[in-house]
């Protein structure tokens, strides 16, 4: 059975959450919004529709997405640390390289700032001074290298781990920013997100405001996490 225009519509918005957070929150301009859907939701149908009929189906959605009073909260109690110079490494994986890692990491452990594996690669982040040292003992299994970067790290209280939706509240803003990150990770509380060093001002400016405006909102005074 083919698609129908709602349907489509219902996709498109379900796979914006900015969109979901402006519908929901009720200042996204509905006129400027069917215009932008209009030539993605004629590429999924193969057809041309109609502008009222995307409008039509705009005003039916209801957004699945809406902020929390607990998301607002954990926000609210987080703050801000920043880590300058660093370099990121992605190796290949294999025994020879996990066990390098396990090395570096004991060796290195106050210059280490993430350690991660995946199916095939392994990846550290960690300050470009010792960059020698790690890039000479990983030597030809060395993937992709990259120095210049920072790392915002985000510190929340424990209610983080069970309260869904407070990660991609700080990714949204650095979005909208333009910031592209270059890695992530979750690590219990932490929430340590790399990027350029150039972009490093226009972040944690965009993660402070967020901040504050949680706490504006929620009457949260600071405090420890």
Known sequence: MADSIAEVVRRLVDSEVAVQESLAKGYANLSALARLLKPKVERILGKEVSFESILSALKRVKPRYE???????????????????????????????????????????????????????????????????????????????????AAVIVQSPKEIVETPGCMIAFYGQLSREGINIEDTVSCYTDTIIVIKRKDVGRAFSALSRLIDEMRALVGEELGPP
Do not use: C, P, W, Y
């Open 67 to 149: 902020g929390s009073e607990s998301v607002n909260r954990v926000i609210a109690r987080s703050t801000l640390s920043v880590r300058m110079d660093l370099a990121k490494v992605s190796v290949e994986k294999g025994r020879r390289t996990l066990s390098l890692m396990g090395r570096l990491i004991s060796e290195l452990h106050e210059s280490l700032i993430q350690a991660s594996t995946s199916l095939s690669a392994i990846t550290l982040i960690f300050d470009e001074r010792v960059k020698d040292r790690v890039l000479k003992a990983f030597g030809r299994d060395v993937l992709e290298f990259g120095d210049g970067l």
